[in-house]
Nanobody
């Protein structure tokens, strides 16, 4: 069974930076698409960033220019570098993997990010 585990959440002030990590139990290069999602109370889970195995990326408009998704194939880890954080970036962040950004086979348990104003 594939396992994804997120690390790196926490409390940060607005304008600050944070890096999330997602460690996979398998070779992440074998996963065609991996992404980061964000969920806040009362709202549907939204895709924040996606990285395909061919290195093509997708970013939600709300995070473009502030967030960067990357991966380390040796460590089998997906990252989300977040900068210029805003209070509206607060939420539980999940990593996920699957054949594309519309369908996910694997999900992590989530990590809380809180941005204070």
């Amino acid at each position: 069974q594939v396992q994804l585990r997120e690390f790196g959440g926490g409390l940060v002030q607005a304008g600050g930076s944070l890096r999330l990590s997602c460690a996979a139990s398998i070779t992440i290069f074998s996963i065609a698409s991996m992404g980061w999602y964000r969920q806040t109370p009362g709202k549907p889970r939204e895709l924040v960033a996606d990285l395909r195995s061919d290195s093509d990326t997708y970013y939600a408009d709300s995070v473009k220019g502030r967030f960067t998704i990357s991966r380390d194939d040796v460590k089998n880890t997906l990252y989300l570098h977040m900068s210029s954080l805003k209070p509206e970036d607060t939420g539980v962040y999940y990593c996920a993997g699957g054949p594309n950004r519309w369908y996910r086979d694997y999900w992590g348990q989530g990590t809380q990010v809180t941005v204070s104003s």
